[in-house]
Each structure stands twice: as structure tokens, then as C-alpha cells.
T-cell receptor
């Protein structure tokens, strides 16, 4: 149980385009979802927290107009990287949390912006 | 603000050795602490989760302890194998989890 999926697993795009990443909790309802980013040889850094039906809370230094997060249902959250640039190339990992607050992590999405 | 520190940053040991990875956190009011494994270019594999009310968890050759009062956790790996080579991440918090920078482990055959 407690499986979280992400789609796509990897994506290559041109600079200036937008990319959408989906995070789904497959067998539980996630009241809260989190988006992390990991640069090469670095640890995971929290980008934002989203609760179903409300606006996401972004961490300091994360541009909310560039990283659009939608948590429209209890099983789906999306992260859209708008007008992507090479410096946005990273490993994006989501996690989902049911009411017991335990976080379950997705397998990650590797983004390469050319 | 929670900060998580892992020592050492890298570790190389011969196969068969027992080893300890250390994790410290600044805010003891945590909900739980988790240890993860990450292979190069891959996602996270959850190894052990210790709830705040617990002091240790065991899974196979892995044992993790938690001392909230001192803000420390250790991951003990017994009889290390080359397949244990990976980066080990410690994460603590009250949701969301805050991650340390990890310990890169190499087990030499």
C-alpha cells in the first residue's frame, strides 16, 4: 500500500517551454502533497506544500509564478514549470501524506531543459 | 527552522564491516524520522521510519535508533555488502520532512 506515482519519469524540453509533472497517490487519499527539488549531488529541498482545494504554500526563494502547483483532488497534484530554463534542470520528487502525516514519496521526474 | 546534518559526508569500507551513519537535527519536536537510500540517478527507497514515540526500528541488517532529547539518530548497517553502496539520506520533521545532505557509502569487495 501507500504507492505514489509520478509522470513522466523523465522529460527533455526546449528553453522557454512549459512542462507539467503529475503526482498521484494510487491507493490512498492525500490531504497534503509536497514538491521537492534535488540538484546533482545535493539533497532534497522542499519547494512547496499543497493541500487539496487550496493554494500552495511556497518556500522562500521559490517563484510561485514559475512553479505552478495545482492540487485539484485528493489523489492528484501537478507541478508546472513555466518558461523553463536550463537552470531549472533538476530532479523533482513529490510526496503525498494522508491524515496520519506520514510522507510517501514518488519515484521522481528528471527534467532536462536544453 | 529544522536543520538536519549527516556525518560523515562520504564513507568507504571493505565488505563485511559493520558501520554507523550519523544524523543530527536541531528541533526535537519531530513527528518522525526516516532513513532513505538513493542510488545514483534514482528516487528514494524508504529504509526505516521511526515514530517520535519510538527509540529504534530494525529491518534485516539495518537498525536505526532515535534519541529525540539529544537530536540524534544513527543507522547501523551490519555485515556491509557491495550492494549497500548508495547515498543514505536522513529526514526529520513534522511534515514536511527536512532532509540532510546524505552520506555516500562505498562498500569495497
Amino acid at each position: 500500500g501507500a504507492v505514489v506515482s509520478q509522470h513522466p519519469s523523465w522529460v527533455i524540453c526546449k528553453s522557454g517551454t512549459s512542462v507539467k509533472i503529475e503526482c498521484r497517490s494510487l491507493d490512498f487519499q492525500a490531504t497534503t502533497m509536497f514538491w521537492y527539488r534535488q540538484f546533482p549531488k545535493q539533497s532534497l529541498m522542499l519547494m512547496a506544500t499543497s493541500n487539496e482545494g487550496s493554494k500552495a504554500t511556497y518556500e522562500q526563494g521559490v517563484e510561485k509564478d514559475k512553479f505552478l502547483i495545482n492540487h485539484a483532488s485528493l489523489t492528484l497534484s501537478t507541478l508546472t514549470v513555466t518558461s523553463a530554463h536550463p537552470e531549472d534542470s533538476s530532479f523533482y520528487i513529490c510526496s503525498a501524506s494522508p491524515r496520519d502525516k506520514t510522507q510517501y514519496f514518488g519515484p521522481g521526474t528528471r527534467l532536462l531543459v536544453l | 527552522k529544522q536543520e538536519v546534518t549527516q556525518i560523515p559526508a562520504a564513507l568507504s569500507v571493505p565488505e563485511g564491516e559493520n558501520l554507523v551513519l550519523n544524523c543530527s537535527f536541531t528541533d526535537s519536536a519531530i513527528y518522525n524520522l526516516q532513513w532513505f537510500r538513493q542510488d545514483p540517478g534514482k528516487g528514494l527507497t524508504s529504509l526505516l521510519l521511526i515514530q517520535s514515540s519510538q527509540r529504534e526500528q530494525t529491518s534485516g541488517r539495518l537498525n536505526a535508533s532515535l534519541d529525540k532529547s539529544s537530536g540524534r539518530s544513527t543507522l547501523y548497517i551490519a555485515a556491509s555488502q557491495p550492494g549497500d553502496s548508495a547515498t543514505y539520506l536522513c529526514a526529520a520533521g513534522n511534515t514536511p520532512l527536512v532532509f540532510g545532505k546524505g552520506t555516500r557509502l562505498s562498500v569495497i569487495a
